[in-house]
Every structure is written in structure tokens, then in C-alpha cells.
């Protein structure tokens, strides 16, 4: 159970915000909406994955409908929003009846590219226990309808759709249990899907590779956190006509156990950014995030870390989750705060330079929300609190802001 706020704790709270508030110039973007589930359950986890395409929001719910001790089959839920009005429910997205399983975690993993939605189940038993699935939904005017059930076609990978990641006609999803972890990649032809390659890293120590994945284009970028000691490595993949091969292998600049590296990984154009929760080179596990950019030769580099101007205090976990689009990062830290509820920062690019800009936190903050534990960029910032208790212990939601200029 979490613990709750006591009037000491409260007092320290309130002394630690103004002394915060005296010295920081980041901003503090508006919230426009808080998102909970429809008919959502204690236990929902609603909200541990988030996606948005220009103003459509996303939010996975991998429990749903949760009837304790048993987790339901899990549902995502999108949201449209009319011209400058509230975001409204457009559909609760489920897997197709009969296959719709208690335990499944469908909505564990959601990405949206407009209008096609990629949603991971990485418990799905089809070809055997816990061997995962993708499922992929496509937008007719404002209707969503199921396309395709992707699943992993070596049999030594489990969990498939742990991760997800969709750019235009192509997925990318990670399958992290077995000997390394491996990710799978897959084409849309008209309406259909097809296996276009198994990736996996050339190191062979490789572990939990395909916990994190992005894709921009023909490049992908797959997080292994548990590589040497929980670590953590990255691999780029490129891709050239329907072939994919390995591109580069990097890690922390200054890499020490336990930091994992490749928790979380995004991609945009030449830049990248790998989540690194648990690096404590500003304090014990602030966390940090290291940006990486591609020169035109197509080689990556280390660029610049981010950290949070705020982490001396330590425990942010600053890196949990990340995402980027146009110009602008923003990352979850979702145990940041005395009552670790956690937080999300925006850091824009001047140049080749990034700086932070905002800080995002809940207008409703509880300890243990596990607020940034996901984020998702479109026309605004989507941040997912899975633990949030406003509708029920641990039903979770998610936070609609504006991206700071």
C-alpha cells in the first residue's frame, strides 16, 4: 500500500517547492486534461503505456478490467480532441473476442503513427505460454477497426510486444525473455503484414535486448539494460530494401553497474536519446539521458547527457521513459518529488545544444503516482501515472500538456 501523505511530510513538501520555486527558471507548462479509464478497475495500471500522433491520445491499460487477484485481458483507449475543445473517448480498444484472455497484458506496450495503432500483449499464449503478440488497429474516418495479429516467428523468443514501435508502414517490437532478448521487424503491404527480419545484437552478452525500441524511418534503436552488469547497452539497426543489419553498439559514456542504460530509447531524424534511470553521476539514481547525434556519414556519436536541474536530491529515476519530436525531449522521472510522485522534464535544441525548458508534474499529486513513468509526444505531451489512485488504488492516468515553446 502506499504511503500517504502525513502533515510533517506535507511541511516538508512545502518547504522543499519554494525553495525550489525561489531559485528555478523552468517553466511550469499548463495541464490541459486528466485522462482515467472509462469503467476503470483498482489495479488497472492505466496509463504504464502512452503514444500520441498530432492531437490523438493513447493509453494503454494492461489490467483492465483488473477483478483482484486476476488481471483482465488489458485494453487501450484513444482519445480525439475536436478543434480546441476536451479530448474525448473515440474507442476502447480490445483484442478480438475469443482471444481477449485473462493475464494477456494487452496494452503493456502502444504506438501510434496516424492512423495505424500498434499495440503490444506480451503475454499472449497463441503459440505458446507467454510467447506475446502485436496488434495492430487502423483509423477509418473516426473508427477504429483490428487489421492484423503479428506474432514472433522464432520460437526461441518470448514475450513479443513487451516493446513496440511503428513509423509509417513498419514495426518494430521487442521480445525480451530468452537467451538475449531479440526484436522482430514487420512490413505493411496494403492491409497486410509480413516478417521482415529477426534482430538481434552481434554481442552475444546482450541482455534484455528489446526492452525499449524506436523507429524513424529505416533506423531502429533497441535498448539492452541488463547488458554487463545492468549497465546497459543500445544498438542502432538500419535498414536498406528489406534487409537490416547492426549499425553501432554504444553505451553510457561513463558506464557503471546497475545504471541501466537502454531503459528507455527514442529517435527522431539524426537525433537519439537513450534513458539511463538508475545513473547516479549527479546523485544516487537521479538518472540521466545521453544524446547521441548521427553526422552525415550516417555514424552516431555522444553528444550531450541531460539531467534534471532539480536531481541533487536523488531517486528521480530521470530516464525511466523518454520521446522525441521536433526540436523538443521530454523525459519521465517518475520518483521524483519528496513524496516521490513523480515528475517529466521538457529540454528543447538550440543548435546542437539542448537545455531544459519545463518541468511537468501532476495538478493532483500523490506519493508513489509513478507520474512520467511513460510519455508520449504529439501537438501536445501525453504522461502516464499508472499508479494514480483518483479512481481507485492503483487504477492509474494519464496527464494531457501543453510542449513548452
Not at 536519446?273 to 538508475?278: A, D, E
Request: overall charge negative.
Amino acid at each position: 500500500m502506499k504511503a500517504r501523505q502525513s502533515t510533517f511530510v506535507q511541511l516538508a513538501f512545502l518547504i522543499t517547492f519554494l525553495a525550489a520555486s525561489a531559485v528555478s527558471t523552468t517553466a511550469q507548462c499548463d495541464e490541459l486534461q486528466k485522462l482515467t479509464a472509462a469503467g476503470g478497475q483498482p489495479g488497472d495500471f492505466y496509463g504504464c503505456a502512452v503514444s500520441m500522433s498530432g492531437d490523438i491520445a493513447v493509453v494503454g491499460a494492461p489490467n483492465h478490467p483488473f477483478a483482484a487477484p486476476i488481471p483482465g485481458p488489458g485494453a487501450v483507449f484513444v482519445y480525439h480532441r475536436q478543434g480546441s475543445g476536451p479530448w474525448q473517448l473515440a474507442a476502447m480498444l480490445t483484442a478480438p473476442s475469443g482471444d481477449d484472455n485473462p493475464g494477456d497484458q494487452f496494452g503493456a506496450a502502444v504506438s501510434i503513427d496516424g492512423d495505424l495503432l500498434a499495440v503490444g500483449a506480451p503475454n499472449d499464449d497463441q503459440l505458446y505460454e507467454n510467447s506475446g503478440a502485436v496488434y495492430v488497429f487502423h483509423r477509418n474516418g473516426s473508427s477504429w477497426g483490428f487489421e492484423e495479429k503479428l506474432l514472433p516467428f522464432n520460437i526461441n523468443s518470448i514475450s513479443l510486444g513487451r516493446s513496440v514501435a511503428l513509423w509509417d508502414d513498419s514495426i518494430v517490437a521487442g521480445a525480451t525473455y530468452g537467451t538475449t532478448g531479440a526484436a522482430f521487424a514487420y512490413r505493411r503491404d496494403g492491409s497486410q503484414w509480413t516478417e521482415e527480419a529477426h534482430l538481434v545484437p552481434t554481442n552475444s552478452q546482450a541482455l534484455e535486448f528489446g526492452f525499449a525500441v524506436a523507429l524513424y524511418q529505416d533506423t531502429a534503436l533497441i535498448g539492452a539494460p541488463l547488458t554487463s552488469s545492468l549497465a546497459g547497452t543500445a544498438y542502432f539497426f538500419h535498414r536498406t530494401g528489406a534487409t537490416w543489419t547492426q549499425q553501432a553498439e554504444i553505451q553510457n559514456p561513463t558506464p557503471a553497474p546497475f545504471d541501466l542504460f537502454g531503459q528507455s530509447v527514442a529517435i527522431q531524424g539524426r537525433w537519439a536519446v537513450v534513458g539511463t534511470p538508475y545513473d547516479s553521476t549527479v546523485s544516487h539514481n537521479t538518472g540521466a539521458a545521453y544524446v547521441y547525434r548521427q553526422d552525415m556519414t550516417g555514424a552516431w556519436s555522444y553528444l550531450q547527457d541531460l539531467m534534471p536541474s532539480d536531481g541533487s536530491s536523488g531517486g528521480h529515476l530521470f530516464g525511466w521513459a523518454c520521446t522525441i519530436t521536433g526540436g523538443k525531449i521530454v523525459i519521465g522521472a517518475p520518483q521524483a518529488g519528496v513524496l516521490f510522485e513523480g515528475a517529466a522534464y521538457q529540454f528543447n535544441v538550440s543548435g546542437t545544444t539542448w537545455s531544459e525548458v519545463a518541468k511537468y508534474t501532476a495538478s493532483d499529486p500523490d506519493g508513489s503516482d509513478w507520474f512520467g513513468y511513460a510519455v508520449g509526444v504529439g501537438n501536445y505531451s501525453l504522461i502516464g501515472a499508472y499508479l494514480d489512485d483518483g479512481i481507485g488504488l492503483d487504477a492509474g492516468a494519464a496527464y494531457l500538456t501543453e510542449l513548452c515553446p
